[in-house]
C-alpha cells in the first residue's frame, strides 16, 4: 500500500491578515476560506496549502463531533512550489519587483533551477522546476 | 500569476532513522534518497515529502554552489495524505494492525471521513477524501 498522493501541505504564521495577503495577492493563491485568528487555507492546484496560527492549534479541538487533533510547529518552515524555467524567470522579476528578497539563486547539479524568498512569517519558500528531482 | 502547484512537502524530525522505517515500511513511501543526520526523502506520487532533522539545516549551507537557505520548525506539524473511502478503511486497518493509534476518525459535515495519528516524531498525519474539500 501507497498513499494515493498528498492533500494538504501546511506552514505555519502568527501574522495570518500579513500570510493571508502574501499568499494570495503575491503568490496568486486562490483563497478557499479563512477562520480569523486560527487559519487560511489556500487551494493550489490539486492540494491545499493551510496555514495555522500555532499558538492556537496546538491546543486540541473541544468539538465532540470535529475532534482534529492538535499541530503546531514553531520556527521556520518549507514548502516548494512548481515552476518550468520561463516561470521560475517570471517569478523572478515579480518577486525582485514588489521588493521581496530571493535568498538563494542556483542552479542543481543534476539539472534545474531554484529561487528561494521568505513569507512574512519567516517560512522558507521556493520555486523549481520538477527535474530537480528527476519528475516530469 | 499562480503557481503550477506544489512540489515539496516539508516535516521534521529528529530520529531520521525512525522517520525511515515508519514512512517507508509503514506508508508505504518510495524512498528517494537520504543524508544520514540530515535528511530522508521521499517521493508521493508527482509531490516529494522531505524530512529535515531541524537541528542541521536550521544552519544556513557552507557551500556556495548550493546555498541552499535555513529552515528547521520544533513542534508538531501536519500533512495530509489523500485516499479515497475504501483507501481509508484499509489504512485504518493497517494502521491499527501495526499497533498505530488512530487518534482521530470522523466525517465532515460537507462530507468525506478523515483519519489522523501520529509519525514516531509526533507529526500529525491524515488521510482524508478530497470530497472534504471539494475537490474530485
Given amino acids: 500500500m501507497t498513499p494515493d498522493g498528498i492533500l494538504e501541505t501546511v506552514l505555519y504564521a502568527d501574522d495570518l491578515p500579513a500570510a493571508k495577503t502574501f499568499y494570495r495577492d503575491m503568490l ?18 490539486d492540494l491545499m496549502l493551510l496555514i495555522f496560527d500555532p499558538g492556537v492549534t496546538q491546543t486540541p479541538s473541544s468539538s465532540s463531533s470535529l475532534p482534529v487533533p492538535a499541530h ?13 524555467a520561463a516561470g521560475i524567470a517570471a517569478w523572478c522579476d515579480r518577486l525582485h519587483g514588489a521588493g521581496v528578497d530571493i535568498e ?10 531554484s529561487i528561494y524568498f521568505r513569507d512574512p512569517a519567516g517560512n522558507s519558500l521556493e520555486f523549481a522546476e520538477l527535474r530537480i528531482w528527476g519528475l516530469q
Same sequence: chains 1, 2.
Avoid: I, T
Fill in 72 to 84: 503546531g510547529a514553531l520556527g521556520p518552515g518549507h514548502v516548494c512550489f512548481r515552476a518550468d
Fill in 104 to 113: 538563494a539563486d542556483f542552479e542543481w547539479p543534476q539539472g534545474g533551477r
Fill in 28 to 45: 496568486g493563491l486562490e483563497l478557499y476560506s479563512e477562520e480569523p485568528g486560527r487559519h487560511v487555507f489556500f487551494r493550489c492546484g
